[in-house]
């Protein structure tokens, strides 16, 4: 993952050796697992992986969204609701049929022309970790000039909304519309971070909003942006 473990001895930043490491992994309800738990926050924080924003957190990680814990995970998802590749994919195949059965619902109740792109919808996580999934449509990349930057905005701000009107405090992003819609990362990871930071600067009800980058490629452009916005 290429987080950096430390922490502070006589005054002097130490990295966590790797039996440290593996009390903390492990969960030890001790002392000693609550100095490696800050530790862990204090080594984030250096390697330029979490940030503060009023009372929240917004963490940037390399992962996969279907393994995160946070009570809502989001699906860069398609008008459809009925599945696709990349995100969308993996998270109908390891959520289960449970999943696509309330999309079928949604799109019978609410949306029968199909969710329209800015918009979101939630349902359960399924046989996830996370108990919701939100999904949301971002936009096709067609040259900047058909609304894609408002209509990628509204992506991350609706289902944000959506997360609050629920009650729920966590959520993970996957890179919106950067796959099969051809957005330009660069491009795309500052309207996703300046989305998320002025929403929580508003906004005091969430505790937690994670990026969870696919590659290291991806994970070092968000970095940088976060850098220079947050
Ligand atoms: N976890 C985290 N990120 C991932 C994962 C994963 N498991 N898999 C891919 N990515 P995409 P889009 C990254 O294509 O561009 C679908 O077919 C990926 O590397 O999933 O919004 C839908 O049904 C990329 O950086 O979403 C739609 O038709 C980012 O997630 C269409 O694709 C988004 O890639 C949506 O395209």
Known sequence: MGTYFYRIESGKIRELRESERQHRNNKIASTLYRKYEN???????????????????ILLVKGDITEQGTDAIVNAANSTLMGGG????AIHRKG??????ECKRVRATEWPDGLPTGKAVISSGGNLKARHVIHTVGPVWRGGTCGEPEL???AYLNSLRLVVSKGLKTIA???MSTGAYRYPIEKASRIALTTVKEFLEK???LD???????????LEIYKKAAKEII
Do not use: C, W, Y
């Not at 990349?86 to 994919?89: C, F, P």
């Not at 289960?96 to 059965?101: A, H, N, R, T």
């Not at 937690?208 to 991806?218: C, E, S």
């Open 208 to 218: 937690k909003v994670v990026f969870v980058l696919f590659t290291r490629h991806d």
């Open 96 to 101: 289960g049929p449970k999943i696509l059965e």
């Open 39 to 57: 530790a862990m926050i204090v080594g984030e924080k250096m390697a330029g992986n979490e940030f503060q924003v009023s009372k929240a957190k």
């Open 203 to 205: 906004e005091e009800k």
């Open 173 to 175: 992003f996957p890179s």
């Open 86 to 89: 990349g995100v969308d994919g």
């Open 152 to 154: 990628l905005a509204e």
